[in-house]
């Protein structure tokens, strides 16, 4: 049971998109519908963005979206805001309720 | 509304065992829908998760740190607690306890609490 495979890093000045990937196997991300992305200010508690895939808590702005395609699922954040600048972490279901997460992804807003 | 407290030392020698409890209030930890769980974030590092709990006894671990880990709950009190055996500095962490829907990743935290392993 490896990590998901995210990058370190990602950024995107006001306004544009960013989009953040989160890799995996058939035997976690690409087997399940079950990821969820998860914000993270510093000194904070995580805060659920997306789950299952592509769904929003509510109360979650509608600039964050979700998606999935085979083994790789995505964090879309559109119009980024300078509140966006936070570390994000991708968790999927991994089988036999076990769940594994990303190594997380730090986003900056330029 | 749902709350979850982290209590337990701050500080535990290595080699010995880290123990926490977590106080759910707001909420029965006796629903058949949810499990309770623990997460760890190292500082300056990622979140981890450990494992979790049904309040059946059902439980469920990381498999590298399931040697090591036992999650149990007390329906009486309201809580569950974490054990992780035989400590090391790696295992220095902020540890937080969570809810979650059966299918689902964990949708409550508690704040967090900071364990230390040192002598």
């Known amino acids: 049971q490896s990590a998901l495979t995210q990058p370190p890093s990602a950024s995107g000045s006001p306004g544009q998109s960013v989009t953040i990937s989160c890799t995996g196997t058939s035997s976690d991300v690409g087997g399940y519908n079950y990821v969820s992305w998860y914000q993270q200010h510093p000194g904070k508690v995580p805060k659920v963005m997306i789950f299952e895939v592509s769904k929003r808590p509510s109360g979650v702005p509608d600039r964050f979206s979700g998606s999935k395609s085979g083994n790789t699922a995505s964090l879309t954040v559109s119009g980024l805001q300078a509140e966006d600048e936070a570390d994000y972490y991708c968790?999927?279901?991994?089988?036999?309720?076990?769940?594994?997460f990303g190594g997380g992804t730090k986003l900056t807003v330029l | 509304q749902l709350q979850l407290q982290e209590s337990g030392p701050g500080l535990v020698k290595p080699s010995e065992t880290l123990s926490l409890t977590c106080t759910v209030s707001?909420?029965?930890?006796?629903?058949?829908?949810?499990?309770w769980g623990w997460i760890r974030q190292p500082p300056g590092k990622g979140l981890e998760w450990i494992g979790d709990?049904?309040?059946?006894?059902?439980?469920y671990y990381k498999p590298s740190l399931k040697s090591r880990v036992t999650i149990s709950v007390d329906t009486s009190k309201n809580q569950f607690s974490l054990k992780l055996r035989s400590v090391t500095a790696t295992d220095t962490a902020v540890y937080f306890c969570t809810r979650r829907r059966s299918g689902a990743a964990p949708d409550h935290w508690g704040q967090g609490t900071l364990v230390t392993v040192s002598s």
């Open positions: 709990i049904h309040y059946s006894g059902n439980s």
């Open positions: 968790i999927s279901y991994a089988g036999i309720n076990n769940w594994v």
């Open positions: 707001g909420g029965s930890i006796s629903s058949n829908n949810y499990y």
